[in-house]
């Protein structure tokens, strides 16, 4: 069975001769950002400890300013760029090993998408949910030192 | 005669059957809704571990101070095997679909060196998870918990952890651990610890360089250390119970739903990991067997890889989730 496969990654400035040896440049790429992920996680470089910049005050529009810029304003910028590296690495997996690169748009639609919303939506749901209890303790409702 | 209807008399227009519009075939697309399905699941345990670390946002346990131990090591090593754990994984997601890539060759004994391969390195994984477990449940240090569920440690004056069994001065106790034939014969009680709290805060007595350290983090992000007399006074007033290691009860490293949620996702991780190798297994016996071979197609490989690169893939946000973040 002779199956295509596309060849190219980065959007097309690397292109590997053949399937396998794309396979090992998936590999090495996977590698780096996870080397990456460890040297920053285990020395914690002090200017990514701390947010960027400082929510914005005022009115309507400082609370949209906030509400568009929240990971860089409420995140630290090292856990921002771990899960952004995360994703990077979820993709080429998906993507390259998994093969979704080479099955129909429409099958690749049905996946990512219908994952991505939901697991969007989970993630806001429950996340604001576990930072409203975080106040209700924080502001002395409820006594959890003692 | 037969009795169902084989011809439409529609065959070759639009609606007549026999269009494969996403080209791929029944097994491949149900191992991805199978997937989809499951990512679901594994997202649902790990927001709701986002939920309950949003609620301690102030307290939760820093995880490089949880895994630090490598096998054969001594010493402090965070997150080196946990990244030699992630590198085991992937490497054996190369091995896997380089195996994909020989059956679509029709190469049969590179097929079965590569799964062969793939399915060393997913032992190699379920055992160093083992090991971690074992390591986690087993504990290091001990700590104090308070009435309020709160985790109290002991550091030294330079911030170094102390164990509890080097500071603590027995003294002689009458508490004998309650068993049905020298009490009442329907309540049980499981082992006594083998430290009471009276016998730590003697030790914190008559060691003066020991501080107690609380689960809060301070503005710089670490936990905060109490004085000599906070110490002593909140060790007196709050300590309960003299915990070692962490179970789904008690966890000596901080919150115990972190140790929950680690044993829960960790574990449902593993088991994955472990159904993929048995998966694997058979798959390897049909590659030997020739089975495919005969079939004139790889496509099992192909699938079962699927599921194998899923295992992978969830490893990937695991680790981010409970060891980076």
């Not at chain 2, 004994?109 to 390195?121: A, E, H, P, Q, R």
């Amino acid at each position: 069975m002779a199956q295509e496969h596309k060849l190219e990654i980065f959007r097309g400035t690397l292109k590997f001769k053949s399937n396998t040896q794309k396979i090992w440049g998936v590999l090495i790429f996977l590698t780096l950002v996870t080397i990456v992920e460890v040297v920053l996680g285990i020395y914690k470089p002090e200017s990514l400890m701390h947010a960027w910049i400082a929510p914005f005050e005022g009115g309507l529009l400082a609370t949209l300013g906030n509400l568009f810029l929240s990971p860089i304003i409420y995140m630290k910028p090292l856990n921002l760029i771990f899960i952004v590296l995360t994703i990077v690495k979820a993709y080429y997996i998906t993507w390259d090993f998994m093969h979704m690169r080479d099955e129909t748009g429409a099958l690749r639609r049905m996946v990512v998408w219908t994952g991505v919303f939901l697991v969007c939506y989970l993630i806001f749901i429950l996340l604001q949910e576990g930072g409203y209890i975080q106040g209700v303790y924080e502001n002395g409702f409820i006594k959890t030192d003692f | 005669m037969d009795t169902t209807v084989a011809n439409t008399g529609t065959e070759g227009k639009s609606w007549g059957g026999g269009k494969e519009p996403l080209k791929s075939s029944y097994g491949k697309m149900m191992m991805w809704f199978f997937i989809v399905s499951d990512a679901l699941t594994f997202s649902g345990f790990l927001a709701a571990y986002g939920f309950s670390r949003f609620k301690f946002m102030g307290s939760w346990p820093i995880a490089d101070e949880v895994f630090t131990h490598v096998p054969f090591f001594h010493g402090n090593y965070p997150m080196i095997y946990v990244a030699f754990m992630t590198f085991v994984l992937i490497m054996s997601s190369v091995t896997m679909v380089l195996a994909v890539d020989a059956g679509h060759h029709m190469k049969k004994s590179k097929v079965t060196w590569y799964m062969f391969l793939t399915i060393i390195g997913g032992l190699i994984f379920v055992g160093s998870q083992a090991w971690e477990w074992g390591t986690f449940i087993k504990g290091e240090y001990g700590a104090v918990q308070t009435k309020g569920g709160n985790i109290l440690q002991f550091v030294d004056s330079d911030g170094k952890r102390v164990a509890v069994s080097e500071m603590a001065i027995s003294v002689e106790d009458e508490r004998v651990r309650h068993l049905r034939k020298n009490g009442l014969w329907f309540v049980e009680e499981g082992p006594l610890p083998v430290y009471t709290v009276q016998e730590v805060y003697n030790g914190l007595v008559a060691h003066p360089n020991v501080h107690i350290r609380t689960q809060d983090l301070n503005e710089e992000g670490e936990k905060t250390i109490l004085s000599r007399e906070e110490s002593l006074t909140k060790l007196k007033r709050e300590g309960t119970l003299v915990v070692h290691g962490a179970n789904l009860e008690v966890n000596e490293y901080g919150a115990s739903l972190f140790a929950d949620f680690f044993f829960f996702i960790t574990g449902f991780h593993g088991f994955h990991v472990f159904s993929g190798v048995v998966i694997n297994i058979i798959i390897f016996f049909n590659v030997i067997l020739g089975t495919y071979e005969r079939r004139g197609s790889y496509e099992m490989v192909e699938k079962v890889g699927l599921y194998w690169h899923f295992v992978d893939l969830v490893w990937v946000f695991v680790f981010t989730f409970f060891y980076l973040v």
